[in-house]
């Protein structure tokens, strides 16, 4: 064997090693962002399955405003819709409209004392609370993990073999103006 072609062999060997490498850093970041997505998932569902009981415990108290009941029985079902189809930008709306329904919920219980002591209704609060906090947790690993997956399939030599395997950006969980602005409770009671 000639050394040209020994060259050749041991540097066509490191590009594909490097091939390799690429190709195994692109599949661990594809598994990051869908570990992400699942965890997002599993909180959703967690919540779809709590919001039932808050907003059965609130339909008990006759005088309570069935509108917002209504909406965030709505809104539950746009998200669930959306989680089930895995529709990124859906979602993001859906959650604005499920949020501000919650937060207008949460605040017409302050005007129904009774409601605000039962027990049962302080627990939901709580595990609803519980449940918004860790889903934003989740949202914001999930934004950074499509984040670095997009960067990574665009940047050069990785986007030859992003491209030759069909990989392809993954969109971010985004939130209008509206529902990232803070919430006045003052329009939540009177909407």
Known sequence: MSVSS????????????????????????????????SNID??????HDELPRLVEVCRHYK??????????SEARARVAAAREAHDVPALGAAEGQLRSGVDRLFALAEAYPEL???EHFMRLHSRITALENAIADRREWYNESVNVHNIRIEQFPDLLVARLFGY?????LRFSAAEKANVSMNALLRA
């Open 42 to 47: 599993v909180l959703l569902k967690q919540r």
């Open 116 to 118: 605000k002591a039962n």
């Open 6 to 37: 020994a060259l050749g062999l041991a540097l066509l060997a490191v590009v594909l090693t490097y091939g390799v490498l690429i190709y195994n850093g692109l599949v661990r970041l594809k598994h990051n962002v869908a570990r992400a997505w």
């Open 168 to 172: 392809a950006t993954q969109p971010l």
């Open 63 to 72: 005088q309570f405003e069935q509108d917002t009941l209504v909406r965030v």
